[in-house]
Structure formats: C-alpha cells, structure tokens
C-alpha cells in the first residue's frame, strides 16, 4: 500500500481518478450531435487535467468509461442539464432542471 504525503496509508479509491462532468442546459444539447459535441469536447478537457495527477493507464480506464457512455445520453426534452459520474467501479447519468443553489460560504469558490 502506498503512502501519502502525511505518511498514513492511501486506500484505493483515493489512488484511483474519478470524474463529475456537469453540462448545464444549452441549447445545442437539443440536437444529439450537438449534445455528443458538448460531452466529447469536456470529456477532451477532463482526460487533460487527470493526466496531470494520474498515470496513463488509470485515466484510460476511467476515460473510456466516460467515452462509451457518452453516446447513450439522451437528449433533454426539456431544458435540463446533464451529469455524468464515472469511476472505475460504476458511472451514472443524472438529468436535473435549473434551480437555484445556495451554498454554503465554505463551499463557494473564492477568488
């Protein structure tokens, strides 16, 4: 087992990427190829930033996940954003409709 910085061992699922892709609402998610658009090009962006933090191979399993499932999401039918969670244990899509959040003043972004 791998230790971390703090010299505690790792476990895992902290060694192994997992990705939240969030695509609020935008018009083009009407049109499947503009939805296949959208996802594909965050999808190029995420396999960016975890190459940064991971090897090669881990990012491949968790980015091939992401990119079979990525033609099997449905268009919304209504105006609904898309999230998508994959690990390399499970993913799942969610659908959800504009709300508005609040955040707790720890949890929004400063800067």
Same mark, same amino acid.
């Given at each position: 087992?791998?230790?971390?910085?703090?010299?505690?061992?790792?476990?895992?699922?902290?060694?192994?990427?997992?990705?939240?892709?969030? %695509?609020?609402?935008?018009?083009?998610?009407?049109?499947?190829?503009?939805?296949?658009?959208?996802?594909?090009?965050?999808?190029?962006?995420?396999?960016?930033?975890?190459?940064?933090?991971?090897?090669?191979?881990?990012?491949?399993?968790?980015?091939?996940?992401?990119?079979?499932?990525?033609?099997?999401?449905?268009?919304?039918?209504?105006?609904?954003?898309?999230?998508?969670?994959?690990?390399?244990?499970?993913?799942?899509?969610?659908?959800?409709?504009?709300?508005? %959040?609040?955040?707790?003043?720890? %949890?929004?972004?400063?800067?």
């Amino acid at each position: 087992m791998k230790n971390n910085k703090n010299n505690t061992p790792e476990t895992t699922e902290e060694t192994e990427p997992r990705v939240s892709l969030v %695509l609020p609402f935008e018009k083009e998610m009407i049109k499947k190829k503009g939805l296949y658009n959208l996802l594909t090009e965050a999808a190029d962006k995420l396999e960016i930033d975890l190459l940064k933090d991971y090897p090669e191979k881990k990012v491949g399993l968790v980015m091939n996940r992401l990119r079979n499932l990525i033609p099997g999401v449905k268009c919304p039918k209504r105006e609904m954003s898309v999230c998508i969670f994959v690990s390399p244990i499970t993913e799942k899509v969610y659908y959800f409709t504009n709300t508005t %959040l609040h955040f707790p003043p720890s %949890l929004k972004k400063s800067g």
